[in-house]
């Protein structure tokens, strides 16, 4: 039956059909409904896990344990996990392992725009890249088998537009799917425990096994030639290759369908058959690297940016310079100078706007961290100094502490969410702690991992798969740790908000922990049964309100003494969180029933 | 038929995401070739939505080009404005009149453009305007969602495609106790 899949629901039947017995991740866009979807095929256990690297080892267990095991991540996600990518490369497997790393070209929801095919070359492991929905389901169970045959983890890589477009699936009739025995766990330690006699003796194991699976790769169907025009020959893979493929139409093709390791017997004879060699491939010249130290004239960057993703017109591009006829762009209409900008802001009912709105008024510096909350160093908050990573929060501010910045006026405070924290905030707070850092870390616990769109963590109490867990306290656990000076606070509370970190970034001999604790405005049990409204009357448009940032208020008729505009709440987006109301010096707003 | 490009904008929460998987499964049931593609993530927190659509007999990549899209659907009034030059010329722009007034100017300095600046650039770019009460419809159908349910019936009604097929995709889609004001909706964006 033909169905329009994502990449990503793809991907996971693929891994459904291949019989799958076990999977993890960490959510991250866009590798976030692989496991979404996962989650809902009988047979497989799919778990979220704390971080990227506890998946990782989570699934080489399952492995090791003889049952087939996926992990997946965005392309960031790896780096967390390559530690355990490393040793899984030297170890091997037992049962077929899949990691899926889902790129980001364009960084439309990263922090960068990393290649991770570099993860395959640096790794040592084979990498696979499927080019629409269909090679995303199919890799998947040629994945697995390349696993167990080869006795090594198999990345599969896809990116935005391949995790994220929709594309034609034929979908096997019934459930395809054949349970699999677990395959016998043989105590084997001269395989399975790498300490340095035994990795010393698995590095050359792992260097055959690289060139076993290149010399495979040379007839291997996933790579494919399909011969047209010979005066170009364009080697590509992924989304580059759709868009090439509109754009060389007519010309000669070789498609990779594994990045690596590369067939070079098969690129050598293509090339040797074509005028010119033209690789199209987003982000670095890995393609072009490899076939260039071969000694292949090939041109590639020169005409291809290594910068964001493709699009036709960016591969077009290219192709009129090297001289490919190309259609005229239709002519352009100028650009609508009056269209204005829609940035990101936090939802209407929020509940990290009351601590945003306090760390602008206190005007202190924050080290943030990956989540909604990135949205506060936008205006009208203007309160975020650093963003790099997971967790990074709280490690950047103990250096800050250490060089001895941390004090007086430029007082720094780490914001990191509630899942961010169980990922990696809980060993740089350890930091903290242990190396007698003074700092102040705030928690935003919304009870979700909301920026992906709302998934359940070690906080939520419940796991992927729906069922009832431990919901572990964080306040508890930050106390355990050693923090004597936890202060919880109601994140609907402004003034509240306020006072509290007020008085934790007093305290300047000692670590202090604020938890901030309001739920997501799309759980199901967001409180609020009423909505704010603005009394015109007494409103006298001192603009107060407009800078908590909320979608919900406007700018309305001009107050007649100040000649300010008067507030205005639209009563379909609010939602009755009341840091308006709080905030409102002449009490011109109020809760009416909705 | 030949290969057809689409582009589908507007705000989070529109309903843009929905209406372009339809559009989408529209033409596999008119036995084409389809691909959707679209950005999720941390750039639609209030911000922009845009969804492409494409049918052909084979269709490779899975975004139109800029300067060649045949049918702009825009649930939202400035956003039709902002996309319109993705539009080819002689294209067809299927305009919701809602406004949604971004941060930047509800609470910030911009202004949201007049009716007349947007109208102008939209027909300077085409003679194919079709502007659709999609909100006030709705609301009078009695659930403001329907909208973009009336904007597939004009974008239905713009292609010439059966009414039916494009029915029997958006019935399954729909949850049973909504499919009868669904399909009111679809009728009253086609015109009937």
Redesign the interface.
């Known amino acids: 039956m033909k169905r329009l899949l994502s990449g990503n629901e793809a991907i996971a039947l693929g891994a459904h059909l291949a019989g799958v017995k076990y999977a993890s991740a960490y959510p991250g866009t866009p590798s976030t409904e692989i496991l979404e979807h996962l989650a809902k095929y009988p047979g497989v256990r799919a778990e979220w896990a704390p971080n990227e690297k506890v998946a990782l080892d989570a699934v080489a267990g399952a492995s090791y344990a003889g049952g087939r095991a996926l992990a997946s991540m965005k392309h960031v996600g790896l780096n967390v996990a390559s530690e355990s990518l490393f040793y899984l490369a030297y170890t091997g497997v037992n049962a077929g392992l899949v990691i899926i790393s889902a790129d980001d070209p364009g960084a439309w929801s990263s922090q960068n725009e990393q290649d991770n095919r570099q993860y395959a070359r640096f790794a040592k492991v084979p990498m696979l890249e499927p080019a629409d929905s269909q090679e995303a389901m199919d890799y998947l169970a040629r994945a697995f088998d390349l696993s167990e045959q080869f006795d090594t983890p198999v990345i599969v890589r896809t990116t935005t537009r391949i995790s994220h477009s929709k594309s034609v699936v034929d979908v096997p009739a019934g459930n395809g799917h054949e349970p699999r025995a677990l395959k016998a766990f043989a105590r084997d330690g001269a395989k399975y425990v790498m300490i340095p006699a035994n990795a010393r003796r698995r590095h050359p194991v792992v260097e055959a096994r690289l060139k076993q699976i290149a010399e495979w790769a040379e007839t291997a169907p996933l790579n494919q030639i399909e011969w047209g025009d010979k005066k170009f020959g364009i080697v590509s893979s992924s989304v580059a290759y759709q868009y090439a493929r509109e754009v060389f139409d007519g010309y000669s093709f070789l498609k990779l369908g594994m990045s690596y390791p590369l067939p070079e017997k098969m690129i050598r004879e293509f090339a040797a058959q074509v005028e010119r060699v033209v690789v199209v491939e987003e982000l670095d010249p890995f393609y072009e690297e490899h076939i260039r130290a071969w000694g292949i004239p090939a041109v590639g960057k020169e005409y291809f940016p290594i910068l964001n993703e493709f699009s036709l017109a960016v591969v077009r591009e290219g192709a009129r310079k090297l001289g490919v006829p190309q259609p005229e762009p239709a002519p352009a209409s100028p650009a609508f100078q009056q269209a204005i900008a829609r940035p990101p802001a936090f939802c209407p009912g929020c509940p990290h706007r009351s601590t945003f709105y306090v760390l602008n008024k206190l005007k202190l510096r924050v080290a943030g961290d990956i989540g909604c909350y990135a949205i506060g160093v936008l205006p009208p908050f203007n309160a975020m100094d650093t963003l790099g990573c997971m967790g990074a929060s709280i490690g950047v501010v103990q250096g800050v502490d250490g060089v001895g910045a941390n004090v007086g006026k430029e007082r720094w405070v780490a914001v990191i969410g509630d899942s961010t924290f169980f990922h990696a905030g809980m060993p740089a707070l350890a930091n903290i702690i242990y190396n007698r850092g003074v700092s102040t870390v705030l928690i935003l616990d919304n009870d979700t991992t909301a920026m992906t769109g709302q998934q359940e963590n070690p906080g939520t109490g419940t796991t992927l798969q729906g069922q009832p867990t431990k919901k572990i306290d964080i306040e508890q656990v930050v106390r355990g740790m050693g923090i004597v000076d936890v202060f919880v606070v109601d994140a609907f509370d402004e003034p509240a908000v306020e006072a509290t970190i007020k008085k934790a970034v007093a305290i300047a001999d000692r670590p202090t922990v604020v938890i901030a604790k309001g739920p997501c405005v799309f759980l199901p049990d967001y409180p609020p049964k009423y909505i704010d409204e603005v009394d015109a009357v007494k409103c006298n448009g001192c603009s107060l309100c407009f800078r908590v940032g909320c979608p919900a208020i406007f700018k309305g008729e001009l107050d007649a003494k100040t000649e300010k505009p008067k507030a205005v709440i639209d009563p379909l987006l609010c939602v009755a969180c009341d840091i308006c109301l709080q905030i409102c010096p002449r009490e011109a707003i109020y809760r009416v029933g909705n | 038929m030949n290969k057809t490009d689409f582009l589908l904008v507007g705000?989070g929460g529109q309903g843009v995401l929905t209406a372009s998987?339809i559009v989408?499964?529209v033409g596999?049931a008119l036995g084409l070739?389809?691909?959707?593609?679209?950005?999720?993530?941390?750039?639609?927190?209030?911000?922009?939505v845009d969804s492409h659509v494409r049918w052909g007999a084979r269709?490779?990549?899975?975004?139109?080009?800029?300067?060649?899209i045949d049918y702009l659907l825009a649930f939202e009034l400035?956003?039709s404005?902002?996309w319109?030059?993705y539009l080819?010329?002689g294209g067809a722009v299927i305009v919701n009149r809602q406004r949604i007034?971004?941060?930047?100017?509800?609470?910030?300095d911009?202004?949201?453009?007049p009716d007349e600046?947007?109208a102008q650039?939209l027909c300077?770019?085409t003679d194919r305007v079709i502007y659709v009460d999609g909100l006030e419809i709705a609301k009078g159908l009695g659930n403001?969602n329907l909208a973009n349910t009336v904007l597939l019936g004009a974008l239905a009604r713009e292609l010439g495609v059966d009414p039916e097929i494009f029915l029997d995709v958006l019935v399954k889609r729909v949850p049973q106790k909504y499919v009868e004001e669904n399909k009111q909706a679809f009728w009253k964006g086609i015109g009937k």
């Open positions: 705000v998987d989408a499964e596999m070739d389809a691909k959707k593609s679209e950005i999720h993530g941390f750039s639609q927190r209030g911000g922009i269709v490779a990549a899975p975004m139109g080009e800029k300067g060649n400035m956003e404005a902002r319109v030059e080819k010329s007034i971004p941060l930047s100017a509800s609470a910030g911009a202004v949201y453009p600046a947007i650039v300077a770019r403001k």
